[in-house]
């Protein structure tokens, strides 16, 4: 599964950016899929997931703020980020895993996103 995120960039804080990512192969419809953000020299961190019946999970940081979607025709996966701060100042990755497995085992280039 080839992904690729587009989407990022830099806003003010408060304002808002919306993450998509593309499957360039395969197929979205049965993939556990989550966005993943990490800033230089920090370990990564798991912002927000969805699973195969599209259910979402965020992190404690981003609830009420950012929301993930998946439109499976498109193959597409979005992260909507509303009210942004400073501090979600990251790149951003797309990736995906077979729901069974606790690991992603594919992940996109990344996009970068800057609030300030």
């Known amino acids: 599964v080839q992904l690729v995120e587009s989407g990022g960039g830099e806003v003010q804080d408060g304002g808002s950016l919306r993450l998509s990512c593309a499957a360039r192969t395969g197929t979205f419809r049965s993939a556990c899929m989550g966005w993943i953000r990490q800033v230089s020299g920090k370990e990564r961190e798991g912002v927000a997931s969805?699973?195969?019946?599209?259910?979402?999970t965020y992190a404690d940081s981003v609830k009420g703020r950012f929301t993930i979607a998946k439109d499976n025709a498109k193959n597409t996966l979005y992260l909507q980020m509303n009210s942004l701060k400073p501090e979600d100042t990251a790149m951003y990755y797309c990736?995906?895993?077979?729901?069974?497995?606790?690991?992603?085992?594919?992940w996109g280039q990344g996009t970068q996103v800057t609030v300030s």
């Open positions: 969805i699973d195969s019946d599209d259910t979402p």
């Open positions: 990736a995906a895993r077979l729901c069974f497995s606790a690991n992603y085992h594919y």
